[in-house]
């Protein structure tokens, strides 16, 4: 079992910049993958970015240049840094842990929300 818990989300401007974290506990395994995803009123919940344990980095288009998402094995916590925040980004955000082995294995955070608004 894998509990993850975020921090981070809130408000801010257009242009401006949010710093979220995940901290992840329990049977993690190291070929895991994690990942933030975000879901807007009325779409689906969709893949923001994503880092696998060899620190390879997949970004959404809507995104790329602006977040990065990095982690920190030692502590099994995973961030996403967000700069240049458009109105078009407010949406709950959503931490995900992927345990490759010996299953795929998904768990999922409670969500935070981040409102970008003047």
């Known amino acids: 079992q894998v509990q993850l818990v975020e921090s981070g989300g809130g408000l801010v401007q257009p242009g401006g910049s949010l710093r979220l974290s995940c901290a992840a506990s329990?049977?993690?395994?190291?070929?895991?993958?994690m990942a933030w995803y975000r879901q807007a009123p009325g779409k689906q919940r969709d893949l923001v970015a994503a880092?696998?344990?060899?620190?390879?980095?997949n970004y959404a288009d809507s995104v790329k240049g602006r977040f990065t998402i990095s982690r920190d094995n030692a502590k099994n916590t995973v961030f996403l840094q967000m700069n240049s925040l458009k109105p078009e980004d407010t949406a709950v955000y959503v931490c995900?842990?992927?345990?490759?082995?010996?299953?795929?294995?998904?768990?999922w955070g409670q969500g935070t929300q981040v409102t970008v608004s003047s």
């Open positions: 880092i696998t344990s060899g620190d390879s980095t």
């Open positions: 329990g049977t993690i395994f190291s070929i895991s993958t």
């Open positions: 995900n842990l992927r345990n490759n082995w010996p299953l795929k294995t998904d768990y």
